[in-house]
């Protein structure tokens, strides 16, 4: 069993910056993802972290503004986002214990319950 918590979500002017984090506990040694849902949209993929944070990826949407980094010391995945855009406005949700694809959200066995990021125009 994962037990995943986000927090750190809130709202920001366009431009502005917010970090997120995801405690994780239980099976902690794993790989982590972030997705993101906006009202009306499906869940989409962020960004990916190998367990052992030599490996990440990112969607295309958010390539150079925002990075996923953890610290497996403390269990806590993070997601630095900066240059936010309005478009960024979403539920962000952490997801671990991959089993195919990293960037599909069906293959991850846990989530977390998501927190709001709100970013103003």
């Known amino acids: 069993q994962v037990q995943l918590v986000e927090s750190g979500g809130g709202l920001v002017q366009a431009g502005g910056s917010l970090r997120l984090s995801c405690a994780a506990s239980?099976?902690?040694?794993?790989?982590m993802a972030w997705f993101r849902q906006a009202p009306g949209n499906d869940r989409e993929f962020v960004a990916h972290?190998?367990?052992?944070?030599?490996?990440?990826n990112y969607a295309d949407s958010v390539k150079g503004r925002f990075t996923i980094s953890r610290d497996n010391a403390k269990n806590t995945v993070y997601l630095q986002m900066n240059s936010l855009k309005p478009e960024d406005t979403a539920i962000y949700y952490c997801?671990?214990?991959?089993?195919?694809?990293?960037?599909?959200?069906?293959?991850?066995?846990?989530w977390g319950q998501g927190t709001q990021v709100t970013v103003s125009s």
């Open positions: 239980g099976r902690t040694f794993n790989d």
């Open positions: 972290i190998t367990y052992n944070g030599l490996t990440t």
């Open positions: 997801a671990s214990v991959r089993r195919g694809s990293y960037s599909s959200m069906k293959e991850y066995a846990y």
